[in-house]
T-cell receptor
Framework: DQQVKQNSPSLSVQEGRISILNCDYTNSMFDYFLWYKKYPAEGPTFLIS?????DKNEDGRFTVFLNKSAKHLSLHIVPSQPGDSAVYFC???????????FGKGTKLSVIP | GAVVSQHPSWVICKSGTSVKIECRSL??????MFWYRQFPKQSLMLMATSNEGSKATYEQGVEKDKFLINHASLTLSTLTVTSAHPEDSSFYIC???????????FGPGTRLTVL
């Protein structure tokens, strides 16, 4: 059973436009969510996180939105840059736990 | 801050040999470290969780006698793949977290190829 789902395996966006990466979860015990960016043959790099008590967190070009009732979160990147091209993983964290549950990732390609 | 290193970055070994991978937190004390494995085009799969000075907790389906984890200090954890076989070839990634934070910081990964 996939507790964290990223239903779009890939996404292409023009440089300068907004990239929206989506993530759905089924585990109601998750109370913290993280987004990671990953290049091939490298470890994931932490991007941004959000607590379940919030519905939005912003850091520079990255904004994460959380809709708890829909069990849905999204990562917005604006404006998108070619260097943003990578695989983005969404992960959930249960209360009192350190164990991340990852989605399968979405490959973002930003076209110059 | 929050830098995690892994060594080696890639290793090729013969079937039947053992390989040790090191994971170090460079600028913080990692109370908990995690070992993940990633197959091509798949997500990161958690293998085990280790707390400093304690035995590692392995995920279901992960053989603890094959994947030996030692977390001897607050800055170092090692994963030893014993009697490696070609199906163990994968990308192994560690992460670390310190007490009081929800964020895990990942190492750069180790590419293991077993011939």
């Amino acid at each position: 059973d996939q507790q964290v789902k990223q239903n779009s395996p890939s996404l292409s966006v023009q440089e300068g436009r907004i990239s929206i990466l989506n993530c759905d979860y089924t585990n109601s015990m998750f109370d913290y969510f993280l987004w990671y960016k990953k290049y091939p043959a490298e470890g994931p790099t932490f991007l941004i996180s959000i607590s379940s008590i919030k519905d939005k967190n912003e850091d520079g070009r990255f904004t994460v939105f959380l809709n708890k009732s829909a069990k849905h979160l999204s990562l917005h990147i604006v404006p998108s840059q070619p260097g943003d091209s990578a695989v983005y993983f969404c992960a959930g964290l249960g209360a009192g736990s350190y164990q991340l549950t990852f989605g399968k990732g979405t490959k973002l390609s930003v076209i110059p | 801050g929050a830098v995690v290193s892994q060594h080696p970055s890639w290793v090729i070994c013969k079937s039947g040999t053992s390989v040790k991978i090191e994971c170090r937190s460079l600028d913080f004390q990692a109370t908990t470290m995690f070992w993940y494995r990633q197959f091509p085009k798949q997500s990161l799969m958690l293998m085990a969780t280790s707390n400093e000075g304690s035995k590692a907790t392995y995920e279901q389906g992960v053989e603890k006698d094959k994947f030996l984890i030692n977390h001897a200090s607050l800055t170092l954890s090692t994963l030893t793949v014993t009697s490696a076989h070609p199906e163990d070839s994968s990308f192994y990634i560690c992460s670390a977290t310190s007490g009081g934070t929800n964020t895990q910081y990942f190492g750069p990964g180790t590419r293991l190829t077993v011939l």
